[in-house]
């Protein structure tokens, strides 16, 4: 059974205009998403900014209100919930913030900013039961008992995020949503973190969610890769065959940007045409079209349904499909 199953979400914000602030269009950040994440497990989101990787991330934890779909978690709807209910299913849910500075309030120390969420759901008996609490999430994440009573400003950058770990460990989650958590960090701190975060889910067996634009620190951390393009998910497959093999030409483009080591692997760059469209005003057919170097004519009026085209490896491309040897879907299936 998944911890995690989202099925067809979709977060659109109605873009307002004039004196009466009549809704002119919509904004479609996320498009008939759907993901599945079991137990102990890493799923890893990338696709470059704006694609709605982050506004998925905070849908699935209720950070913000999916126009539709659900949220399936451990079986419940959460899409239904409100108010007190909402926020007991909380605890087993958590987000990692992007931003170590902005995320965290500077007039709390890191006891305060830790102890909140165990006070919110009563998970101490005592204060001193909260304090060894608060020591034993500290320790966790690499940090001294000492840094309790001091404030975010007086910490560099990798050190508050390892607050923020602490503050989303201390309810006891069992999937954490990892917005990407260490873009922000320099590349010494990044592995740090990186490794962190893998020892803790050994340990104590939480599932992650980890949203990134880099393939490189994604591949690394995950088991199973989704690439999002303006919305819509294009690629999903095992970490290590997405990038042996990745189907999509908008996956091949972002591992081609990818640094390597050895210059002999070295892999000829990928430079696409245009910029991303507008959400607003996406283009028909396929969103990606416009920049693909393999566009055909189907691509311009329709969009290929994900259909799988080796053993985990599913795709939404006409093109990649019609290699793997698929005829063309449905009408129905490929306009759903």
Avoid: W
């Amino acid at each position: 059974m998944s911890l995690l199953e989202v099925k067809n979400i979709k977060v659109h914000f109605p873009v307002k205009h004039g004196l009466f602030s009549r809704v002119r269009g919509y904004v479609k950040a996320v498009d008939d998403v759907s993901l599945s994440i079991a137990p102990g497990e890493t799923l890893g989101l990338v696709g470059e900014s704006g694609c709605g990787k982050t506004t998925l991330g905070r849908a699935i934890i209720r950070l913000l209100d999916p126009t539709s779909g659900q949220v399936l978690f451990k079986g419940e709807d959460i899409t239904q919930l409100r108010g007190s209910e909402l926020r007991r299913r909380r605890r087993g849910f958590q987000m990692i913030f992007q931003d170590p500075y902005g995320s965290l309030n500077p007039r709390m120390t890191v006891e305060q900013i830790i102890g909140e969420a165990i006070d919110i759901h009563k998970l101490a008996e005592s204060s001193s039961a909260r304090r060894a609490r608060i020591t034993e999430l500290l320790q966790a994440v690499g940090l001294n008992v000492t840094h309790a009573q001091r404030y975010p400003h007086e910490f560099s950058g990798g050190q508050r995020q390892r607050i923020g770990i602490a503050r989303a460990l201390a309810v006891e989650p069992d999937l954490i949503v990892c917005d990407e958590p260490v873009s922000a960090l320099d590349v010494s701190v990044q592995a740090q973190i990186i490794n962190l975060l893998m020892d803790l889910q050994q340990q104590r067996g939480i599932a992650y969610l980890f949203i990134a634009h880099d393939l490189a620190v994604v591949e690394h951390i995950s088991r199973r890769v989704m690439v999002m393009y303006l919305g819509k998910v294009v690629e999903t497959a095992e970490a290590k065959e997405l990038v042996r093999s990745p189907r999509h030409p908008y996956t091949q483009a972002l591992l081609s940007a990818v640094p390597v080591v050895d210059p002999a692997s070295k892999r000829k760059r990928i430079i696409l045409p245009g910029d991303v469209p507008s959400p607003i005003n996406p283009p028909s057919g396929c969103n990606f079209h416009p920049r693909c170097p393999a566009a055909i004519d189907i691509c311009k009026v329709e969009m290929a349904p994900l259909r799988e085209v080796a053993p985990g490896h599913f795709v939404a491309c006409h093109v990649a499909q019609s290699e793997a040897g698929l005829r063309p879907a449905p009408q129905s299936m490929a306009m759903r």
